[in-house]
């Protein structure tokens, strides 16, 4: 591997402030080292004495080794994406993880001799979220791997000086992408923490050795040797919390009517954390949880559809990109979204001559996890909208901002054409009422149909609500950015379908998964299905992820008819009901029904908004507005004595470095 040394005035890429701040009674000293955060992606890592640091920049493909003190860089190229280098302690070996065509690996490079070692294949799975112990010694990952129980997260510990790679034994609760893994400061323990719940793994025998129930959502956590630290909502605001690995007692360590967030105990016990003022900053607030999001803000534009990340992750992004820059105007995350965009666009399946069970190679992202075999590679008119969706929006935006750079209007010509293509692909899954084989339709209506004989577990039938009212929702899209009726006639079609389904309860509704054939089921006899040549129905009732999907496509298509506005107050009524069958994602939901009750944004003001996936973070400052404090302010708590050593408009994100604290800032608009 090649090594380029670069000249110091082109190499220092951050500004470097050295502020020594002295503590009388707590008899220490803190450096200040501040970095730019729109130069790199991420969150950079430091050695243990802080005067060295990797990270990746806008440059992909390479890894950044940065000396402190002088700010000399050496770069290491890499023939695929990289992501989430961290240097060992000792500086001598930086880890990283690297795709492999539809999951990730972790590797080491030895800095001196280049040498590369790979620590996982594709048995361990996509190597997810990982981190190291500050002896060097242990390496820990969550990896989401496919099963017969479907995708999985699963921890992992690497002892590194024998490579042995060895699957953390005991009774483990299911794990999700938003899952942490962390070491305790003095190696001993491996903490994985979900929302509400801490793994101890005991590194040693790698085996969980206790689990301990917060009662309380964890916001931003981090260890010391005996506890973990966090932020949850207390009373309003956002406090800090300890809870004890070894009793597992809940103690509160910050008070007042402000908000506090990214918790750090120090060797000397010294606390620190972002105190955010009384009111949140959403614009702020989302420029923080990007930098801290999946594979170093790259999150999974490069991969493979293989295990449906794409879908399942990657639309979720492009989702929350679109949307905060339609909240806050910053250039930012339109300018990500482009990069997004245009790596999944050139990663599509006609592009890389990828072929279905078919033999073709269409326009979408193929997936093999869903399909009867789970080898046999399918496209899936979901897959379509989950990703098209966000891309449809990005188009509109350009359309009605004539003044955007010349790149995002070619980007937005492409990808229009990119959107028809991927509904003409789905026409033939397409079912009118007159051609109704199932007779499950009324006058008007429509739907989509699993192709039969194709290799899905469940073919020749309906299918289920979310994933044809999400093309719905891209068919409204498709309407609004070419003015061609025929799009807005399907989506019509699909809204009677659902508005005949919704099911007074109280003064709200409550609706199934399934409708039709999918709903009821069917038998031998009737000749419905090859794959499942009988089948009892799926009878229960949407899940709060798909729910607010079909409130997204009654939303989009409220202007245009079917649902009316009594329709809207119901749903309304069913969203502020906590008995109610059907559950939203809080966040969305709310966004998309508070033109419709002043008592959306009221509710929404007293619930624990980091309490869900921080890609609708967006949506909350939609219906609450912006009306936080930018001025962030970095504290520092010695047994009584609290010191304010950073206050900024700019300051993002801190972490340690050694002797010093980092600190990330940025320049939101």
């Not at 921890?155 to 060895?166: Q, R």
């Not at 009793?247 to 908000?259: I, P, S």
């Not at 508005?499 to 199934?512: F, N």
Request: aromatic residues 12%; glycine residues 6%.
């Amino acid at each position: 591997m090649r090594i380029r040394k670069m000249d110091i005035a082109t190499a220092i890429i951050f500004v470097l402030l050295l502020i020594i701040l002295p503590i009388s009674s707590c008899k220490s000293e803190q450096a200040v080292l501040s970095l730019d955060s729109t130069s790199i992606k991420g969150v950079p890592s430091f050695t243990s004495d802080g005067s060295k640091m990797v990270y990746i920049d806008q440059t992909e493909g390479y890894i950044n080794l940065q000396s402190i003190s002088d700010g000399r860089i050496i770069r290491f190229k890499f023939p695929a994406p990289v992501y989430k280098p961290r240097i060992s302690p000792d500086g001598n070996n930086i880890y990283y993880t690297q795709l492999r065509s539809y999951y990730c690996e972790i590797w080491k490079i030895n800095v001196s001799t280049m040498d590369k070692v790979n620590l996982t294949t594709v048995l361990h799975g996509d190597a997810n979220d990982y981190c190291l112990s500050s002896d060097g010694r242990w390496l820990a990952f969550l990896s989401l791997h496919d099963s017969k129980e479907g995708l999985q997260y699963t921890p992992f510990l690497i002892n590194l000086a024998s490579g042995e790679v060895s699957i953390v034994k005991g009774n483990l609760p299911s794990l999700t992408i938003d899952s942490k893994i962390l070491f305790t400061p003095d190696s001993k323990l491996a903490l994985v923490l979900t929302r509400d719940r801490v793994l101890v793994i005991d590194t040693a025998t790698s085996s969980l050795s206790k689990c301990i129930n917060t009662d309380t959502a964890m916001h931003f956590p981090s260890a010391d040797d005996n506890s973990v630290l966090f932020s949850s909502l207390k009373d309003n605001y956002y406090q800090i919390f300890s809870i004890s690995l070894e009793t597992g007692e809940l103690k509160q360590l910050t008070f007042g009517a402000t908000n506090k967030i990214l918790p750090i105990m120090n060797k000397d016990n010294h606390l620190y954390y972002l105190d955010v003022g009384e009111k949140l900053d959403f614009h702020k607030l989302t420029r923080l949880l990007w930098l801290m999001s999946p594979n170093s803000t790259l999150c999974y534009k490069y991969y493979r559809n293989d295990w449906g990340m794409l879908n399942a992750n990657e639309a979720p992004y492009l989702d929350f990109l679109i949307t905060a820059y339609k909240v806050f105007h910053d250039d930012f995350f339109l300018t990500e979204l482009a990069e997004h965009m245009e790596s999944l666009i050139n990663n599509m399946d006609c592009k890389s001559d990828i072929r279905d069970y078919r033999g073709e190679s269409n326009c979408g992202w193929s997936a093999t996890r869903y399909s009867l075999n789970k080898t046999a590679r399918m496209q899936y008119l979901l897959h379509d909208a989950m990703i098209g969706t966000p891309m449809a929006e990005f188009v509109k935006v350009c359309q009605n901002q004539p003044g955007l750079s010349a790149r995002m209007h070619e980007l937005a010509q492409k990808t229009t054409e990119v959107l028809k293509q991927l509904a003409y692909k789905n026409n033939s899954e397409w079912v009118e009422h007159d051609a109704d084989s199932l007779a499950i339709t009324e006058d008007g209506e429509g739907y989509y149909i699993t192709q039969k004989g194709s290799p899905e577990p469940v073919d020749g039938v309906n299918i289920p609500f979310n994933m044809q009212n999400k093309f719905g929702t891209l068919s409204v899209s498709l309407y609004e950015i070419t003015g061609d009726t025929i799009y807005l006639e399907k989506a019509l079609a699909l809204g009677k379908v659902f508005r005949r389904h919704l099911i007074p309860e109280g003064d709200g509704y409550k609706w199934y998964y399934a409708w039709g054939k999918l709903y009821s089921g069917w038998s031998k006899s009737e000749g419905v299905s090859l794959n499942a040549p009988s089948h009892s129905g799926m009878q229960n009732l949407d899940p709060k992820q798909y729910a607010t999907m079909e409130l997204e496509f009654v939303s989009r298509l409220r202007p245009y008819g079917v649902f009316s506005e009594s329709d809207m107050q119901k749903l309304v009524n069913t969203y502020l009901n906590p008995n109610a069958s059907i559950k939203f994602r809080q966040g969305k939901a709310g966004a998309m029904l508070y033109p419709y009750s002043d008592k959306i944004a009221r509710y929404m003001q007293q619930v624990d908004i980091l309490d869900e996936p921080w890609v609708y973070l967006p949506y909350v400052a939609v219906a609450l507005g912006n009306q936080g404090e930018d001025l962030w302010t970095l504290q520092e708590v010695c047994g009584t004595r609290q010191t304010k050593i950073l206050s900024s408009k700019t300051l993002l994100y801190f972490g340690q470095a050694g002797n010093q604290i980092f600190c990330l800032s940025t320049e939101p608009k």
